[in-house]
Structure formats: C-alpha cells, structure tokens
C-alpha cells in the first residue's frame, strides 16, 4: 500500500521539524487510498435490522447514458479489484445513479430508499455541531484528520451484505464494507469512531462523522495530543487521507464554519450560496433555503421574526404563495446572511450577560461576554410565539424571553 504524509512544507520552520518527527513514526496511517481488503475485526460491523414481516426490496435500474456506462464500469473494476463488493445472486436489489462532482466527474450512488423504509432506525444520536464548537474553548491550535474512504472501513455484518445489492447490466454486487446511502450508516460510523477515541473525547479531540478536529491550548500540547491520535488510529489500523489532513493551525474549516482563535464564523464559500440563491418557487425549494438558514441560526438575530413570513408557508393547509412580504424578508435575510456578526467561544471563568427583546410574534434573546474589548456575543436564539403567547401583555412577553433564556 502506498504510504504518505500530508504535506508540512507549508507550516512554519519552528514547527515543521516537530511535526515531521511525528508523522515519520506513523506512516502507514497516511494514504490516499485504502488498501485491498476486508477492514480489521476490531471495530464496529455494520449491521442492517429489518422490520418484521419485511420482505426483500427490489427497484428497477433506470436508463444510464454511455459516460454512466463507462464510470460505471471503472467503478465496477475499483471496487471488486479492492474486494468491497462481490458478485451476488441476492433477492435484494437497488439501483445505481451517478451525479456530478465539483471537477466535473460522475460519483456512483446506490438508492437504497426502498431498504431504508423498512430498516430499522438505530438510536444512536449523530452530535450537533453547535456543542461541538462549545468544547473548543480556550483553544489556540487546531488539526483536522480526513479518514480516508469514510464508510468503507467498516465492514459489514456477513449476514447482512446480502441486503447491500445492487443490480447493473454488468451483474448483481453486494458490498462487504458499509456503503454510502444506508439509513443507519451515519450512526454506525459515529459510534465507531466515538469508541476509537472515547478517551481523548471532549479533552482533546471532537469527532463528526469522519472529521477528526483535534485542538490544544499550546504548541507543545497539541503535538503530544496529534501523537495520542495517531496511536489509536495505529492501534485501530484506520487510514487517513494525507492530502486532506490539515495540522497546526490556528484557524480553519469544520462542518462549515471557520474556527479560530478568535472565535467562530460562517465559512464564506457557504456565503457565495447564499448570494446565489434565487427566491423559492415551491415548499421543497424553500424548505432547503429554510434549513440552512436554521443549520446558522445561532449568528442571526432574531432568525424566527425574521424567517416568520416565510414559516408560514410550511403550516398545513396553506397556499403556497410567495408575495412582496415573503420576497423582502428573503432578501433582508440574505444581507444579513452575507456579513454574520463573528462569534466567541464560551468562556466558563468569565461572566455572562443575556439580552432579551420580545415584538408581537417573536422572541429573542442573546448570550454575551466581556473579552476585554466590551461585550461580544457568544450565540443568538429566538422563536414564534404561540397563538396564545401573543396576546400576552408587553410585560409578560418580556418576562417570557427571559424563562426561555434560562431554558436553552
């Protein structure tokens, strides 16, 4: 297997002999690619429960065009060459369908849709991001590990691969590793990588899906905290994508948003989307507008007055149509959007002040300190009134912002 380290030519000098030290001990974690191969036994097998009665899912292959013919193909080659799919004669079959890539390349997709309804749903929570972010408080020094493959380096349970296949006119496959599409897959791939590093979790380290963010308060330490992360990483035989991993930094991106010293901002290749956005033409349309603006929420003052007119549309039995009132809140929300105030990471040791505001159909409230340059927000919250809350008197209105301060 090819083995590399990620690239350090490009970390300061005081740093990068250190580093390179430390890499040079632990080259068979850094690859682009996964070696041939089953995944190790050590980790979690992903396995596909059914719900009673459940019978055999099966979806017609739609039509592909000769550019999907030959990707298919490589893919077909790549895979099996690996050992990650097998031929199968399962009753079980799902269709391929390709869609486009930044670079212009097709990424083969299996539609397991049909498995997903009768799979049952794991329980195991993927983490919010937001409380991730909290944990990074005091932090100076930040590393981010890319696993190499993701899903594929875990396997499937053997009794279930069968429920994996999937159909081409090159025949019937079925993986051996987890494959993308899977209800439960996020959850299995959580779990397993929670169990890998449970004891560097929230000390050191947070985890989403397969981004690896490790984080120190200094130089040294983030060195000695890198190097218990390669260890269980060598312990565990997991591969990481060199070219992807990103070390010693004092800010960068995590789950889009830019993290740094300084605090935490909305990653600006997020913000070109929005600046893009054309208004939505139907519920789907402004449910996806919608729950990006919900994913940032905690940087927009506000957000449920704001995004009121808009909510409305999504109340059971109402008439889609998109108005004047509609149209200006859309357009106020993305200025607002396109410049986000910068937020600062909790500081347990220092005070905290809230601000509360209420109007007629919102309520609204953000969390503050004093970093020594004057109060700095920390997090913005808000929500709809209900019907009855709105006919409260401007006091209790007031007074219900700040009950619902102390509950979040």
Not at 229 to 238: I, K, P, S, T
Request: glycine residues 6%; proline residues 6%; negative net charge.
């Amino acid at each position: 297997m090819k083995k590399e380290a990620p690239d350090i030519n490009k970390l300061c000098a005081s740093i990068q002999d250190d580093l390179a030290t430390i890499i040079q001990e632990y080259p068979e974690i850094f690859s682009d690619d996964l070696p041939s191969g089953l995944p190790p036994e050590c980790l979690q097998d992903h396995k596909i429960g059914l719900e009673p009665g459940a019978q055999p899912t099966v979806r017609t292959q739609w039509r592909l065009t000769q550019p999907e013919l030959h990707e298919l193909r490589n893919q077909l080659d790549y895979l099996l060459a690996k050992g990650f799919i097998l031929p199968s004669t399962s009753p079980f079959a799902a269709p391929i369908l390709f869609t486009p890539k930044k670079d212009g390349r097709l990424r083969m997709c299996t539609d397991y849709r049909a498995l997903n309804r009768v799979t049952i749903k794991s329980s195991y929570p993927i983490p919010c991001t937001d409380e991730l972010i909290d944990n990074l408080r005091g932090a100076r020094y930040f590393s981010k590990i890319d696993l190499c493959g993701g899903y594929h380096q875990i396997r499937v349970f053997a009794n279930d691969s069968h429920k994996t296949a999937f159909r081409t006119r090159y025949g019937s496959y079925e993986y051996t590793v987890m494959p993308f599409g899977l209800t439960n897959a996020p959850s299995t791939f959580q779990l397993t990588m929670n169990g890998v590093f449970r004891d560097l979790l929230d000390k050191c380290v947070i985890i989403y899906l397969d981004d690896i963010l490790i984080y120190s308060t200094t130089r040294e330490q983030h060195l000695k905290d890198l190097e218990a992360v390669f260890q269980w990483l060598q312990q565990h035989r997991l591969i990481t994508k060199g070219s992807k991993c990103e070390f010693l930094k004092q800010e960068l991106e995590f789950q889009g948003h830019v993290i740094s010293t300084e605090g935490i901002q909305i990653d600006p290749k997020k913000l070109w989307v929005i600046q893009e956005w054309r208004p939505p033409t139907n519920l789907q349309q402004l449910q996806s507008f919608l729950g990006f603006v919900n994913y940032v929420r905690r940087f927009i003052p506000n957000m449920a007055g704001l995004t009121e007119p808009l909510t409305d549309l999504l109340q059971k039995g109402t008439f889609y149509e998109w108005g004047e009132k509609q149209q200006a809140m859309f357009e106020a929300l993305k200025i607002i959007l396109m410049s986000p105030p910068e937020l600062r990471i909790a500081d347990l040791e220092r005070p905290f002040e809230v601000i509360t505001d209420a109007s007629d159909i919102a309520i609204g409230v953000v969390l503050m300190q004093d970093f020594g340059n004057g109060l700095q927000p920390i997090a913005y919250e808000s929500r709809k009134m209900q019907s009855a809350e709105r006919n409260y008197p401007v006091h209790d209105k007031e007074m219900l912002a700040i009950v619902h301060a102390f509950k979040i």
